[in-house]
């Protein structure tokens, strides 16, 4: 079995003087950097526990981990399987069960990816390869339920 290694740093830049005295006194606001990256996603927490809305919050990136994780896959198999794709738009959607001690986890992920090919032949087998981009992506098996497809497929003139 071939292994990957990743290294992340996450750094916390909300300390508005106080620390963490209590609470409210933080800022959740932090910055995400990959060594050789190009720049940082600024992150903060959801705003419904006192995060930035204009940042990115675990649960955006948890979701977006996943659409382009079984994008490229879908890319890849339609590519192997002839299928010429030009456009490729997802619109994911997830659903996260807060429990009352405040812990919580993602319950639904659905996928609702508007997607251009080529040649309306390919269409049924275009719409299969959700199935086996599903089967391969590597977050999608990291998760511990089942993410759906709502796909639309349109097709245009050939290039």
């Given at each position: 079995?071939?292994k990957?290694n990743y290294?992340i740093?996450?750094?916390?830049?909300?300390?508005?003087?106080?620390?963490?005295?209590?609470?409210?006194?933080y800022?959740?606001?932090?910055s995400?950097?990959?060594e050789?990256?190009?720049?940082q996603?600024?992150?903060?927490?959801?705003?419904?526990f006192l995060?930035?809305?204009?940042?990115?919050?675990?649960?955006?990136?948890f979701?977006?981990?996943?659409?382009?994780?079984h994008m490229l896959w879908y890319l890849?198999?339609c590519?192997?399987?002839?299928?010429?794709?030009t456009?490729?738009?997802?619109?994911?959607?997830?659903i996260?069960?807060?429990?009352t001690?405040?812990?919580g986890?993602f319950?639904?992920?659905?996928?609702?990816?508007?997607?251009t090919?080529?040649n309306?032949?390919?269409?049924?087998?275009?719409?299969?390869l959700?199935?086996?981009?599903?089967?391969?992506?590597?977050i999608?098996?990291?998760?511990n339920?089942?993410?759906k497809?709502?796909?639309n497929?349109s097709?245009e003139?050939?290039l």
């Amino acid at each position: 079995m071939k292994k990957h290694n990743y290294n992340i740093k996450v750094e916390w830049t909300g300390n508005e003087g106080s620390g963490t005295k209590n609470y409210k006194t933080y800022n959740r606001n932090h910055s995400i950097l990959g060594e050789g990256k190009y720049s940082q996603i600024h992150g903060s927490s959801d705003p419904s526990f006192l995060g930035d809305k204009t940042r990115y919050n675990p649960e955006d990136l948890f979701l977006s981990s996943i659409s382009s994780c079984h994008m490229l896959w879908y890319l890849h198999l339609c590519s192997v399987h002839n299928i010429i794709v030009t456009s490729y738009v997802d619109n994911a959607t997830g659903i996260m069960e807060e429990n009352t001690d405040g812990s919580g986890k993602f319950t639904s992920v659905t996928l609702h990816p508007n997607i251009t090919i080529t040649n309306s032949e390919h269409v049924p087998k275009a719409i299969e390869l959700h199935t086996e981009a599903n089967t391969m992506c590597f977050i999608a098996n990291s998760c511990n339920f089942k993410i759906k497809h709502d796909c639309n497929i349109s097709v245009e003139n050939a290039l």
